[in-house]
């Protein structure tokens, strides 16, 4: 990355999934999906979270993005109706290093879009920022978010928790780090194209 402010606009596409910047009209879907239990939990979203949350969200998120300080794309599957959210914060170029976060509406779950965003913009990250060191920060009660992190090939660093105090009580966050370099995606489909011709031989 040649300048020191996030590209925007962006939209990345790949396995079925399109990330697209979030827009005015995303409002409703958007106010409907962040206001849900599990999202409050485990996130710092404000709970609950109502339209004038929304509002609020949508132009910080405008504000970020214009000024390159952040990546916050909606997930969707066709561009269209946001499934879900995708970010990256916190990079330091320095050391190459950045956060991710994410989150899908209760609706959506258990489809493969988490895994799937996460991966499409962890590549992007490492191929065309140059960011060497992916970070996820997860509690280890997020069985979900756990799970999402081992399938994009993110591992335990070891490192000490980081304590928070939350509307929840206290949460101790573990630091994953990708360790695994995210596949080529046209190699990845070529071989998914390879396995599924296997598969219809055995
Ligand atoms: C965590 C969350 C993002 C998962 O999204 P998702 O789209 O359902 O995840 P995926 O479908 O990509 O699942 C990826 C893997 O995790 C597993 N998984 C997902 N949710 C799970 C759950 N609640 N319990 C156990 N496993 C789960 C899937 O089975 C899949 O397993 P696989 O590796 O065997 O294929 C979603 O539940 C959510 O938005 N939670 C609230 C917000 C949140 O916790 N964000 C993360 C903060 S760190």
Request: with cysteine; charged share 30%.
């Amino acid at each position: 990355m040649a300048a020191s402010r996030l590209p925007y606009p962006l939209t990345l596409t790949g396995d079925g999934i399109i990330l697209r910047e979030w827009r005015a009209d995303d409002l409703d879907d958007l106010v409907r999906m962040l206001d849900e239990p599990e999202i409050a939990r485990w996130s710092p979203m404000p709970s609950p979270f109502d339209v004038e949350a929304g509002i609020a969200y949508l132009k910080r998120c405008y504000q970020n993005r214009v000024g390159g300080r952040r990546i916050q794309l909606a997930i969707t599957t066709d561009g269209s109706r946001p499934l879900g959210e995708v970010t990256l914060f916190g990079v330091d170029l320095g050391l190459k290093e950045a956060e991710l976060g994410y989150l899908v509406d209760a609706g959506e779950r258990r489809r493969g879009l988490a895994s799937g965003a996460l991966s499409l913009l962890s590549s992007y990250a490492q191929g065309s920022l140059h960011l060497s060191r992916l970070l996820l920060r997860i509690d280890p009660g997020n069985v979900g978010s756990t799970a999402v992190a081992r399938h994009c090939g993110y591992r335990l660093t070891g490192e000490p928790p980081i304590l928070q105090e939350g509307p929840h009580g206290s949460s101790r966050l573990d630091t994953w780090e990708l360790v695994e370099r995210q596949p080529d995606t046209r190699r990845d489909r070529l071989r998914n194209v390879a396995s599924r011709r296997y598969r219809r031989r055995t």
